[in-house]
């Protein structure tokens, strides 16, 4: 599996987002296979990558400090198993 997502940045339109190579992910409503969440999911998704750069490097920071907890962060972000 490629840990490789669509380049941000991405733009929220409602239950969508976007990129510059086009639409990255819709949240379907209840009334097209999805759930009642689907407005709170679609900003979750948003959320985790627009901070997910920032929070790798604050892991690999700790991870230099000898942390074995950053350590298993870090290798479980970029899937490898432990």
Do not use: Y
């Not at 669509?6 to 733009?11: D, K, Q, V």
């Not at 097209?32 to 689907?38: L, T």
């Amino acid at each position: 599996m490629s840990m490789e997502h669509t380049p941000i940045p991405w733009t929220k339109n409602g239950l969508s987002c976007t990129g510059m190579t086009g639409t990255i992910f819709i949240c379907p409503t209840p009334q097209n296979g999805g759930v009642f969440e689907c407005t709170k999911n679609a900003e979750f998704i948003f959320r985790a990558c627009d901070c997910h750069e920032e929070l790798l490097e604050f892991v690999r920071l700790c991870a230099l400090e000898g942390s074995a907890t950053a350590k298993e962060l870090l290798a479980k972000a970029k899937g490898v198993s432990s």
